[in-house]
């Protein structure tokens, strides 16, 4: 079948809830992709933040497939190697002390969540506490996931949410501490907000955040599922600002395509938190996502990547601020590390489609906002290509 057919026969069996780009990828090799005719493109979308070791990486797909050959599934009554070398290179990496694996970002967010509300419940014996979220905000799809998701658009079909979730806003310390009484007990945020526009926590604010939550005994959990594990210049987006959450949230590059996610917790939340019986999984945490995770780990180090993202990053941020500069339907720059945005002064879906036709992927965050989330192995030469593209698109789109 040609594409046009792959795309008929799609609409016809799968359930329409993406507005997809009119594309069928069949193949990837470094930071490049391949439609099912051969067309390639130069990816800075990394499936959404995901491959950041770029694709058809020859020792991440040997490890995977050692491990497939080997065992890919036990569940949870049994341990595994994978998952014990895992958590514990996922702790170093992290600064955290315990490990929960779990199968997707929404998921991970599940159980931090749970985890906050039985932390509040062994205090007190009540179960009305509350969670401050923040406004834009994005944690997932799942129900509790949706709950502390600051966009009412997501939420309100679906009503009624988990409740007790009350939104602040990013980076305005006030409102957060408007929102904060006697019944909170976890804040929730993304250290670098993804959706809701690449907006990162500004220092002052974090750690005003982290000094109410070490007042009041309340949990600071963060949510590095997208800006986590090296996008922003360092393991965790938090280490750059010198403070830890009680319980921090990854997914996405953290099995780089291999779905898997976690959540980790200091020692002091996982002794006074969830308990056997309170959470569990049956795919998290097998042998396979584990494999995967452990080589991520492995190769991250071997690789520099930390070293080489801020690198690439301040070459990208350059020439970023020269499309801004020769284009005044670019208003703002936005995010950090290799997670960028460019805010236009109307809709991206036109630019994100001419984008295509010419070879590079992109994706929006929010109407008017273009997304720039490359793989983490991209070199400057790549960046060079991106802007040509699109200026091109820009050009032509205007």
Do not use: W
Not at 173 to 181: F, I, K, R, T
Request: hydrophobic share 40%; aromatic share 8%.
């Amino acid at each position: 079948m040609n594409m046009k057919e792959y795309i008929e026969e799609a609409e016809k069996d799968l359930l329409h809830t993406y507005n997809r780009y009119q594309v069928v990828l069949d193949k990837g090799d470094g930071v490049y992709l391949y439609d099912a005719e051969g067309k390639k493109y130069l990816d800075f979308v990394a499936g959404i933040a995901v491959f950041a070791l770029g694709y058809n990486n020859k020792e991440y797909n040997d490890a995977l497939k050692a491990q497939i050959d080997k065992l890919t599934h036990t569940s949870n009554y049994y341990y595994n190697v994978p998952a014990i070398e895992a958590a514990r290179k996922i702790k170093k990496a992290s600064g955290m002390d315990r490990v929960f694996f779990t199968n997707s970002g929404a998921e991970a967010n599940e159980g931090a969540i749970k985890a906050a509300r039985k932390y509040a419940y062994l205090k007190d014996g009540t179960t009305d506490h509350e969670i401050i979220a923040l406004e834009h905000s994005f944690h997932g799809r799942t129900m509790g996931a949706l709950s502390v998701t600051g966009n009412p658009k997501y939420r309100e079909a679906f009503e009624p949410m988990i409740g007790n979730i009350r939104f602040a806003k990013m980076n305005d310390l006030a409102s957060v501490l408007e929102c904060v009484n006697d019944k909170t007990c976890a804040i929730m945020m993304e250290t670098v907000q993804g959706e809701g526009g690449l907006l990162p926590a500004d220092e002052e604010f974090i750690k005003g955040i982290r000094k109410i939550c070490d007042e009041k005994d309340i949990l600071l959990i963060l949510d590095e599922v997208q800006c986590g594990m090296g996008r922003c210049g360092s393991m965790y987006a938090f280490q750059k600002f010198g403070i830890k959450p009680d319980i921090l949230t990854s997914a996405k590059a953290l099995g780089c395509g291999i779905p898997v996610g976690a959540f980790m917790m200091t020692e002091k939340v996982a002794q006074n938190s969830l308990v056997a019986g309170d959470h569990g999984t049956t795919y998290g945490g097998n042998p396979l996502a584990c494999a995967a995770i452990s080589k991520v780990f492995d190769l991250y180090e071997e690789l520099h990547i930390i070293d080489h993202v801020n690198d690439v990053a301040a070459y990208l941020d350059d020439k970023l601020n020269e499309i801004k500069a020769a284009y005044p339907c670019v208003k703002e720059l936005r995010g950090t590390g290799l997670m960028r945005g460019l805010v236009f002064d109307k809709p991206v879906a036109p630019l994100i489609n001419k984008a295509m036709e010419k070879g590079l992927i992109v994706i929006n965050a929010g109407a008017d906002i273009l997304r720039l989330v490359p793989p983490l192995v991209i070199e400057k030469k790549h960046v060079d290509d991106m802007v040509d593209i699109l200026k091109a698109a820009i050009e032509e789109v205007q």
